[in-house]
């Protein structure tokens, strides 16, 4: 939300072939900072800076320790929550991708029923930094199936609300239709 009042009411983008919201929070793959300033000038130099944290086991906004010890991350992981593309959006878009805006908090209509960020799902090789797929797009992304197979002893995950409230989800109980509020922001 504080990212969202800094940047015109924008949520960051879920995923681009050039950014994703960890990028835009911890810095991006152009070379910023990003909005949490975690260092580097080069994707070699980020890379480091997210080594470094995960070798202090120091605590982080991008990772959820219990998934990391259930499942460690591949190295090329960023995170283990992923984000609703719905909200987030593709940033740009990119050929075969078509662009989905980045909403705006005022957009969703139910703030308190519509998903922002969950535990990410671990598909066997990385955590998926977001989930969302529609007709519009021709390629895979991460459809909510893929949670209901992924590595999860407990068969819940936690969910964040754009409102900011955070509820455990069985797995079973997350719907499977993008048509659902649970996904969709203009419900």
């Known amino acids: 939300m504080l990212y969202a009042a800094d940047f015109d009411g924008r ?5 681009n072939p050039w950014n994703n919201y960890a990028y835009a929070l911890a810095g991006s793959s152009g070379g910023s900072p990003g909005y949490v300033g975690l260092g580097g000038s ?36 960023l995170a283990t929550y992923a984000m609703n593309l719905f909200v987030g959006g593709t940033g740009e878009g990119w050929p075969g991708n078509p662009w989905v805006p980045n909403l705006k908090v005022a957009q969703v209509a139910s703030p308190s029923k519509t998903a922002l960020y969950m535990d990410g799902c671990f598909d066997g090789t990385f955590y998926q930094v977001y989930v969302g797929a529609d007709g519009l797009f021709p390629s895979s992304m991460h459809p909510p199936n893929l949670y209901k ?39």
């Open 149 to 187: 197979q992924s590595n999860n002893p407990a068969r819940s995950l936690n969910v964040v609300f754009v409102d900011g409230h955070v509820e455990t989800r069985r797995i079973a109980d997350i719907p499977t239709a993008f048509t659902n509020v649970f996904w969709t922001p203009n419900r």
């Open 42 to 77: 080069t994707e070699a130099e980020r890379g480091q800076s997210w080594d470094a944290l995960r070798k202090r086991n120091a605590p982080s906004c991008f990772w959820c320790p219990a998934a990391i010890a259930a499942q460690p991350m591949h190295a090329g992981n």
């Open 11 to 15: 949520f960051p983008p879920a995923k």
